[in-house]
């Protein structure tokens, strides 16, 4: 069993920064895939970004050259520096796990972003 939280969320002016975190507990983070996705209101959940074990990286188009994604396998943790913010960034973000061995998925409970205008 892995349990994931997020922190970091909050409001941010457009324009500007927010950086969040995902710490996980319960298993090998490192053979992990971890992506960070969001859920606008009214919309279905996407992809933002995603980090494979190796550190390759690949993004949402509308978030490629303001987002990073990055990962510290050494203390679990997984982070989404978001710059360059705009309204339509508002949304809960929430982190994945994903194991390749035994096809497992799981979520944290997510953190909601706000970008006003």
């Known amino acids: 069993q892995v349990e994931l939280a997020e922190s970091g969320g909050g409001l941010a002016q457009a324009g500007g920064s927010l950086r969040l975190s995902c710490v996980a507990w319960g298993s090998t983070f490192s053979h992990a895939v971890m992506g960070w996705y969001r859920q606008a209101p009214g919309k279905e959940r996407e992809l933002v970004a995603v980090i494979t074990s190796g550190g390759s990286t690949n993004y949402a188009d509308s978030v490629k050259g303001r987002f990073t994604i990055s990962r510290d396998n050494a203390q679990n943790q997984m982070y989404l520096q978001m710059n360059s913010l705009k309204p339509e960034d508002t949304a809960v973000y929430y982190c994945?796990?994903?194991?390749?061995?035994?096809?497992?998925?799981?979520w944290g409970q997510g953190t909601q972003v706000t970008v006003s205008s």
């Open positions: 994945n796990a994903y194991f390749f061995d035994s096809k497992s998925n799981y």
